[in-house]
Every structure is written in structure tokens, then in C-alpha cells.
């Protein structure tokens, strides 16, 4: 099993930044990917950026592009989302996810195999 621990949502005003952790621990492999979706209210989950863990390959919605950084420490078992430039429309529950990845699309949400809890981000304008 793996457990999934977010951190660093909060309220902050547009144009600010904020930057999420996600504390990975349990059996975790080097062949994971690991992900970070949002859930606004009323809306599907959606993904925001994705990043390999044996290669730091990245992928990033477009809505994020140029804005957000994915990033991780492997002694640390941590994946950190680096978001700035933020508008109210980020505003969301950002989830931190993982799953074996051996090729292919980081971008469903189904794939994921473990999920963090979520933490909320608020960005007021």
C-alpha cells in the first residue's frame, strides 16, 4: 500500500503563488508516475501535471502551462507543484496521485492507482 499526503494548499489572491507538497510513503516503486489533479466544485477532476519518477518526464494541462512547475525529491519521497501567476479559476482541491507507469499517457485520472487526501486552494481576485 501507498499513502499519499498533501500540503500547502491555503487562500491567496490572484497573481500570487502557492506550492503544494505530496509526502509519498509506503511501497513506493521508481517506477512510478505521479500526478496532481483538481476538482472544482460541480466539475470533473481534472489534471494538472504529471511527472515519471525514473526520468522526470513531465506533462502539464494547458491551462497551467507556463505558470505551474512539477517537480520531485527522491530522497524525500516528495512530489512539490510549484504554482504561480494563479487565478480564481485555479481554485480547486488538488489531489496528489500515483501509479505504475510503464509508457504511455499521465493525464487520466482512472489510471491512478493511490490518492491523497486533497488539499483546497482558494484564489481570490
Known amino acids: 500500500q501507498v499513502q499519499l499526503v498533501e500540503s500547502g494548499g491555503g487562500l491567496v489572491r490572484a497573481g500570487g503563488s502557492l506550492r503544494l507538497s505530496c509526502a509519498a510513503s509506503?511501497?513506493?516503486?521508481?517506477?512510478?508516475?505521479m500526478g496532481w489533479f483538481r476538482q472544482a466544485p460541480g466539475k470533473e477532476r481534472e489534471f494538472v501535471a504529471a511527472?515519471?519518477?525514473?526520468?522526470?518526464?513531465?506533462d502539464y494541462a494547458d491551462s497551467v502551462k507556463g505558470r505551474f512547475t512539477i517537480s520531485k525529491n527522491n530522497a524525500e519521497n516528495t512530489v512539490y507543484l510549484q504554482m504561480n501567476s494563479l487565478k480564481p479559476e485555479d481554485t480547486a482541491v488538488y489531489y496528489c496521485?500515483?501509479?505504475?507507469?510503464?509508457?504511455?499517457?499521465?493525464?487520466?485520472?482512472?489510471?491512478?492507482?493511490?490518492w491523497g487526501q486533497g488539499t483546497q486552494v482558494t484564489v481570490s481576485s
Open positions: 496521485a500515483a501509479k505504475f507507469y510503464y509508457g504511455g499517457p499521465l493525464i487520466h485520472p482512472y489510471q491512478y492507482n493511490y
Open positions: 509506503g511501497r513506493t516503486s521508481s517506477s512510478f508516475a
Open positions: 511527472i515519471t519518477w525514473s526520468d522526470d518526464n513531465t
